[in-house]
């Protein structure tokens, strides 16, 4: 069974799994906006990879269902902050839960969403050092990608933000959080240490690598936000494509560019994405970000080859997996 | 050494180590918000009183440290995310975190409190058993608080909300939330289940009393946001008066009450908190919030002497400082 298929199969097991863990008809006003947003997507990749991690690695991956749910509920707590804090207005061509619900559900229900991930952690089938491990990994991914969003959030259109800054920010913010699942799924199986090192380190380099490329796919074809083109411009964020033209345009072309991340959401034109293309084509700015992400996928094979353990093919699999998905 | 004197030695402790947890100097854009709003108040009750209970049941108040300092930032990322979903805009005659920093890093600045609050707890220097029960502690803690947020946020001027649903949503709210400190406290003393289950008993007394005063000292003294009386009133929110009042009062005063409490937040007038305070004084709600949480408090004294451990004297104390608190 490939990759593709084995996600298929363990992500609806995961989808099953979540509605017993949060029931979807509660009438407790935090299920409703929760599914709502579950709805919004989904293939549930994260969960499932921790699974296949567990079972390539000789464990029992019924016993990493748990924090495979954990996994997917703080992926989607992220998300649902995240969409009140970047002020998205629509997620997969649906309105965010804050648009819908208002802020404050919004706000609580993502709360509800880690609470969810703690409890389902605490109720994991495995030893008591391993349930400790698990929530350690759980608690180190939480706050790390947390200090990465503080970083992001008060990025936006900052004067002096270097590709490094960008690098230091999407490794907090993406790389713990990509490989958790995986590390979760080691433990289980019981690896050592030096094997959970080499998978976080894994994630530092596809981490960075994927939101590489979900800049650039902001800028061709949209991240399903009504199909809107550039909404990383929209919100003045900091994306990799900035943080290179800060670095190599002409002052004039900085302050153009400057002047465009700057303006509110509400007053930038279809016009002004347009300019500020003009100046990431200019730099050859998407071609320097494919090489760069590309470069930390070589990386991610590289490390690969430093994981400790006999048969690597699990991790060679998942890496050309998320690879193939950023080409 | 009275409780009073306790209290203020062990909370002096706890803002002492709250610094080691989070550098109040730290450049990350979390410290800041975070210290701003640790500023504004905190006589740190709640943690005092986890070392209090551990020391007084026989445990080493060293090692319920770290549960204490879960406790209090557990505490502050409530009353951080709370600001903003109440729309408050000060706090102690301070500007709220969301006022001074901006939504997204409120919201942000109160997700790593947390992740602050699981760190601290994993750190702690007990048996695996114990820091396994001081996690669920916690969690258990987290989701019922924020169940009790949700149904605040959606009673708001609700047609409907019985002194029932009232009690329901506080208990939630507020029961856990005060327990829990004493609850790891006991914990790391080594106590029984049955010692445990009867202090959280003891939490579901208290907290809705606490509570209940709170919406009274709304309505005589302000919660010292700038001195304004009748904020509850103002922000349409669902106070032990409300619930009452929509039990009791005539069609007419109910169907005046709900208007009153359905005007936006600016539209409410001074003249229309007079007036629902007239509704509330016509039925006698004050006093009979009063005597509602004098019950609720003797109660609390009865399950105290259902607690199987010999010297109850602890519980006896701390009881009586918040009732005392509380008149």
Redesign the interface.
Known sequence: MGIEESIKIYGAKIDKLLKDLIPPDKK???SEPIWHHMHTGGKRVRPALCLITCEALGGNPNEAIHFALAVETLHNMFLM?DD???GDTMRRDQPTVWVKY????A???G??L???A??SV?ASPVS??R??KL??V??LT??KT??G???D??ARAAEDFSVGQYMNMVELKTGYYLACGMVGGAIVAGVSDAVVENIWMLGKNMGPAFQIRDDLIDLTHGKGRGGIIGSDIKEGKASFLYSYALQVASEDDKKHLRVIMLKPRDETKDYDIKQALEIFKKYNAMEYAQDYADDLIQQAYKTIDHIPVEDKTIFKEIASFMAKRMS
């Open positions: 407790d006003y935090l902050h009140i804090e970047d208002g802020t404050a559900n706000i609580n229900a709360d509800y880690l609470a969810c703690y409890k605490l008591l050092e349930k400790l929530l350690q759980l608690t939480y706050e947390v200090e969003q503080a970083l959030i008060n």
